[in-house]
């Protein structure tokens, strides 16, 4: 999916919603059967109930990963049950590696998977992010700020120049992509380097993770806004998880609902 | 396995040689099938050949996820190939993630594969390496400092104290871990610094490739020895396809005995 198609989805659906599937034998309904099977009938309702206020969905591949080759399958299932014109699909793999293995993992997660983008790490430089950006109309997702507590400890030490890791990081990976191919990832909770992260990704995607229960804040999110917003702001536990009963479906799309109605209403 | 059984195998071999098993359909002999049953067939080969000669295996994530589902069958099928009294078994993951999305994957590594040892990027923090290092007599192989060029791009900047962001990144690691359940990658081509990683972690076994092909010297890292050596030194490709004929593994072998008589000179 290019630019103009998911700014396109944007648009039309007026949300920048991306649902995260993180989907956990332990937390399913109990109605449900505790094996992967019980996991692609759970991730079945929950894409069908709020596909209408999402554009994108996020596979944690460590939650199919955990399950092994069964989970593999419950994840190549999942793929298939989004409909690919109507949401980005991304694989939250965070994967960082250097050639022929970055190769590998960027056939397993574009070709093998059909996924849209796939999250990684920078830590190793720029030939770790290169191989994915080889693909058309696909997506790398680099890790640029993150929102967790350990972000202190690389992410935002300060380099001889003044400047923090993330900045370095990201402006060295920007580089090498371009805003057709390249997003990154900054944590909602982290409102106050927001203007750094746009003075060296003006234009790119971002991918939010942390508003609600990490306690960033949607609205603090627009001055992140490009041209054509320029956002995808996660939501995961607090959509999938939101009844464990039969209802859960029903419930997840209300969550699904109110913010995208909260998104409409900054757009 | 925990350090003195590592240490008592690298005793007893008189090597601390670990085998790559970068196992590639494109790459393994034509006479084998090029599916994942070729795989477990050409690992079982190499690593009947090497187990002399090596203390660990390792086996890189990326070559089995590209298969699929499949691949993992061919990853679990092959780490029960492995004596695990006679060699520790590296997941080369380089996974990264925070809460519990590193929970599942130290689930999947750990529990799932039963693997000893993962490698882990440290780009998001401490609080995402804590979760593997709860499990007893299990590792935690921590990016340092890599041997590719991409090194100069995040690794190697310089922060305002006058280190560098790895040295920053292994102290700050090395205090939630100890030298019982925490390795460090340090790449064999980064000579120059092997005094500074040494600094920040005296004791610490290291994960090292680079050497050969990409240039590090087997010599040199006598430097970064422990009374105990301390050190795994990693050969993938230059192992496993010595040759691409019927006698694969005899080459295999021919290899990892090479290196293992270099190293026996050295302790």
């Known amino acids: 999916m290019n630019r103009a198609a998911l700014s396109g989805l944007i648009q039309k659906k007026q949300s920048f919603l991306c649902v995260g599937l993180d989907s956990d034998l332990e937390k399913i309904p109990g109605h449900l059967p505790k094996n992967s099977e019980g996991i692609v009938a759970f991730n079945k309702a929950i894409i069908d109930a709020t596909l209408p206020y999402a554009v994108a969905f996020k596979l944690n591949i460590a939650f199919y990963e955990a399950m092994g080759a069964e989970g593999w399958n419950a994840l190549e299932q999942t793929i298939k049950l989004i409909p690919k014109k109507e949401a980005l699909i991304i694989?939250?793999?965070?994967?960082?590696?250097?050639?022929?293995?970055?190769?590998?993992?960027?056939?397993?997660?574009?070709?093998?998977?059909n996924c849209d983008a796939i999250t990684v790490n920078p830590y190793m430089g720029?030939?770790?992010?290169?191989?994915?950006l080889l693909y058309k109309e696909k997506w790398t997702i680099v890790l640029g700020l993150t929102s967790n507590s350990g972000a202190n400890d690389v992410e935002l030490l300060k380099l001889q120049d003044g400047r923090h890791v993330f900045e370095s990081t990201i402006e060295t990976m920007a580089k090498h992509g371009s805003d057709e191919n390249l997003m990154f990832v900054v944590g909602a909770t982290k409102s106050e380097y927001f203007k750094k992260v746009r003075a060296v990704a003006p234009r790119n995607f971002l991918l939010v993770p942390g508003v609600g229960a990490q306690g960033g804040s949607l609205a603090d999110l627009k001055e992140l806004f490009t041209d054509d917003i320029g956002l995808l702001v996660n939501s995961s536990r607090k959509i999938i998880y939101a009844s464990s009963n039969q209802d859960f479906a029903q419930a997840a799309a209300q969550q699904a609902k109110n913010l995208q109605q909260s998104m409409r209403e900054m757009l």
Do not use: H
């Open 91 to 113: 694989a939250d793999a965070k994967r960082g590696d250097i050639g022929n293995t970055a190769n590998q993992y960027a056939k397993a997660f574009f070709e093998q998977l």
């Open 126 to 132: 720029v030939d770790s992010i290169s191989p994915f």
